[in-house]
């Protein structure tokens, strides 16, 4: 299986713990996650009636939470590099646990994650002095 996932992400506030690490106590938002291979389509197949599941097979909207520290990094191309603990559901799993709250617990439709962030310095083309 191939995921191409886009993300936004909203930090509210950083705090800086010294000079090159920071801490991002909450940091929200979604993304869109679209995944090939083993025959996923972005359809159903042609034996099953139009409309009979509303949803793409592919195709999966999430809402997360996350926390992450980082440590800043001078002279490089990578600006700073970071750590973080993340929740996230998505938009299938919100869908069926909806109606059936009395049977399915919200920890039933959470996810949990870790991973390592890179962010990279902006591009900036040097200008010639003449």
Same mark, same amino acid.
């Given at each position: 299986? +191939? $995921?191409?996932?886009? *993300?936004?992400? %909203?930090? !509210?506030?950083?705090? +800086?713990?010294?000079?090159?690490?920071?801490?991002?106590?909450?940091?929200?938002? &979604?993304?869109?996650?679209? $995944?090939?291979?083993? /025959?996923? *389509?972005?359809?159903? !197949?042609?034996?099953?009636? =139009?409309? %009979? %599941?509303?949803? #793409?097979?592919?195709?999966?909207?999430?809402?997360?939470? *996350?926390?992450? @520290?980082?440590?800043?990094?001078?002279?490089? #191309?990578?600006? *700073?590099?970071?750590?973080?603990?993340?929740?996230?559901? +998505? /938009?299938?799993?919100?869908?069926?646990?909806? !109606? +059936? =709250?009395?049977?399915?617990? @919200?920890? /039933?439709? &959470?996810?949990?994650?870790?991973?390592?962030?890179?962010? #990279?310095?902006?591009?900036? !083309?040097?200008?010639?002095?003449?």
């Amino acid at each position: 299986l +191939n $995921t191409w996932t886009l *993300r936004f992400m %909203y930090t !509210p506030w950083r705090v +800086n713990l010294n000079g090159s690490w920071q801490l991002e106590p909450v940091q929200t938002g &979604l993304f869109v996650a679209y $995944t090939t291979g083993l /025959d996923l *389509r972005a359809g159903w !197949p042609s034996h099953l009636e =139009k409309g %009979y %599941y509303w949803w #793409f097979p592919n195709f999966r909207q999430h809402l997360y939470l *996350r926390s992450q @520290v980082s440590h800043r990094l001078e002279g490089s #191309f990578v600006q *700073r590099i970071g750590a973080y603990f993340e929740v996230n559901t +998505n /938009d299938l799993y919100v869908y069926s646990w909806w !109606p +059936n =709250k009395g049977s399915i617990g @919200v920890g /039933d439709i &959470l996810f949990f994650g870790a991973g390592v962030q890179v962010y #990279f310095r902006p591009f900036a !083309p040097r200008v010639k002095k003449e």
